[in-house]
């Protein structure tokens, strides 16, 4: 079986390699080159260029660009049906007497093209009708050499672990979503002084940055590639009426990290606001500080900037008196690198550093890169906003899809790493189940820490006791 080269060799510095494997040159057919790159092409050229045969197997950055971006055009199960059929036919595999020389010279190549796709979209294949084609034409591969079968029953193997992999995780976060509840209610029913704080259950800054760090990792494992595309999927104009995969939203892994960094958030706001001590404030805010600066020094910037967020939102940032007790020079430096202006320039810039540190790391701990998640989401938005999918032609506009998968490879690349840090499961327990504050209860915690300083304040304060806890 060829080998699949790892994410990081995909794209060259101009975005397409084409040199991984063996490549027709194809300038008529339905396809458009300029210096050797694929720029455009009709669908039903692109899709014949997926397919291999006797003498020709795609180039990896091309299955990888063309599997991601062709679901802006038609379902991934319409697509594979017509692989499926192109193969049979050009193979003639639906012959009787099948020829087992000619079945040994193609097998591995569509067994190839099989492999990847259930590696890098393994969800496509939670669709029932997706699982049809692949039996179909893996069992006629199979049915030519007792080697092929094995790697038939591989590869389905392979695949159907992974799903259940991701069906086990998706109930475990709807399991947690389910038993989250407000902080309010807990604070309403037990006393405050046996109620656990972050600081009590890890008073190591450093070790919450590693935990936090297993957290990110293991949902970001989880989003697959084409989850960025499906995001941002509309109707095709050359598609009558048919939504081209918006019917079925398929994102919530992506959903679920927004989530968590959201959590992260408003986690972070509830351990400040929640204690009575305005010194027992400062220190919670400085042990923050300690745990973001570690998690910049990690690479982990979608906890770091979920950090900052969390200390950013009003009902914390008003509280003066305590702020006025923090030593604010880290905090300071730690905002000067997320800093929004110039489209986050100093954040880009520590990120190409740490990815640059990934592609020369000696140890797991130096591969990690956990980008800031919604500025990357906000990236890929802006690009599939500012392209055409269409050229005026009809043609499918591909110079636009191979920068779209250049930056969700990279993404791929950094998903992959695994975390080399100890877990702790009491901690973990803690960060994604521990209930947080709503707004509102954040609000009505800041202003009995800190008295209201004008009448708007002054309202909301009593409207916010009444309302939560019942009193005037």
């Known amino acids: 079986m060829p080998q699949t080269p790892p994410f990081a060799a995909m794209f060259d510095s101009s975005g397409y390699n084409r040199n991984l494997y063996q490549s027709k040159e194809d300038s008529c057919g339905g396809l458009y080159y300029h210096d050797n790159n694929l720029l455009s092409g009709s669908l039903e050229a692109l899709i014949q260029h997926l397919v291999p045969n006797v003498d020709y197997y795609p180039d990896r950055t091309y299955i990888f660009t063309f599997l991601l971006s062709s679901r802006l055009f038609m379902h991934p199960y319409e697509l594979m049906a017509k692989v499926c059929h192109l193969c049979i036919e050009q193979q003639r595999l639906s012959e009787p007497g099948l020829d087992k020389n000619r079945i040994r010279k193609i097998a591995p190549k569509i067994l190839q093209l099989l492999t990847e796709w259930t590696e890098t979209f393994p969800y496509d294949f939670r669709d029932e009708r997706m699982m049809r084609n692949l039996k179909e034409l893996a069992q006629r591969i199979a049915s030519g050499d007792e080697m092929y079968r094995k790697n038939v029953q591989q590869l389905l193997q392979n695949l159907l672990r992974k799903l259940a992999t991701v069906s086990q995780y998706e109930e475990v976060l709807a399991k947690i979503n389910a038993t989250s509840t407000d902080r309010l209610t807990v604070l309403k029913t037990k006393p405050q002084s046996i109620q656990r704080d972050i600081i009590t259950v890890c008073n190591d800054p450093y070790t919450l940055a590693q935990q936090l760090t297993h957290i990110e990792l293991e949902r970001l494992n989880y989003i697959?590639?084409?989850?960025?595309?499906?995001?941002?999927?509309?109707?095709?104009?050359?598609?009558?009426?048919?939504?081209?995969?918006?019917?079925?939203?398929?994102?919530?892994?992506?959903?679920?990290?927004?989530?968590?960094?959201?959590?992260?958030?408003?986690?972070?706001?509830?351990?400040?606001?929640?204690?009575?001590?305005?010194?027992?404030?400062?220190?919670?805010?400085?042990?923050?500080?300690?745990?973001?600066?570690?998690?910049?020094?990690?690479?982990?910037?979608?906890?770091?900037?979920?950090?900052?967020?969390?200390?950013?939102?009003?009902?914390?940032?008003?509280?003066?008196?305590?702020?006025?007790?923090?030593?604010?020079?880290?905090?300071?430096?730690?905002?000067?690198?997320?800093?929004?202006?110039?489209?986050?320039?100093?954040?880009?810039?520590?990120?190409?550093?740490?990815?640059?540190?990934?592609?020369?790391?000696?140890?797991?701990?130096?591969?990690?890169?956990?980008?800031?998640?919604?500025?990357?989401?906000?990236?890929?938005?802006?690009?599939?906003?500012?392209?055409?999918?269409?050229?005026?032609?009809?043609?499918?506009?591909?110079?636009?899809?191979?920068?779209?998968?250049?930056?969700v490879s990279e993404f791929m690349t950094w998903k992959q790493v695994e975390c080399p840090f100890e877990r702790d499961r009491k901690i973990l327990q803690y960060l994604l189940t521990i209930p947080v504050f709503s707004d509102d209860a954040l609000y009505l915690a800041s202003y009995e820490s800190e008295s209201p300083e004008n009448h708007i304040e002054k309202d909301r304060w009593k409207t916010l006791r009444s309302t939560l806890l019942g009193r005037v």
């Open 224 to 407: 697959g590639p084409e989850e960025f595309v499906q995001a941002f999927v509309q109707k095709d104009p050359l598609d009558n009426d048919k939504s081209c995969y918006g019917d079925r939203k398929k994102t919530r892994n992506l959903e679920a990290y927004v989530e968590w960094f959201n959590r992260l958030s408003y986690l972070v706001a509830t351990e400040i606001c929640m204690p009575v001590k305005k010194k027992h404030r400062a220190r919670v805010i400085e042990y923050f500080i300690d745990v973001a600066r570690e998690c910049f020094n990690i690479g982990n910037f979608n906890s770091l900037m979920a950090i900052i967020s969390g200390m950013n939102m009003s009902p914390v940032s008003r509280l003066k008196k305590t702020w006025a007790k923090v030593k604010t020079a880290k905090f300071d430096i730690l905002e000067h690198q997320m800093d929004p202006s110039s489209n986050f320039y100093n954040y880009r810039t520590a990120l190409r550093g740490a990815a640059q540190r990934s592609l020369t790391a000696h140890s797991n701990r130096e591969k990690i890169v956990i980008p800031f998640f919604s500025l990357l989401i906000k990236d890929i938005y802006f690009l599939n906003e500012g392209c055409a999918n269409r050229l005026p032609n009809g043609h499918v506009n591909f110079e636009k899809f191979w920068e779209l998968a250049k930056q």
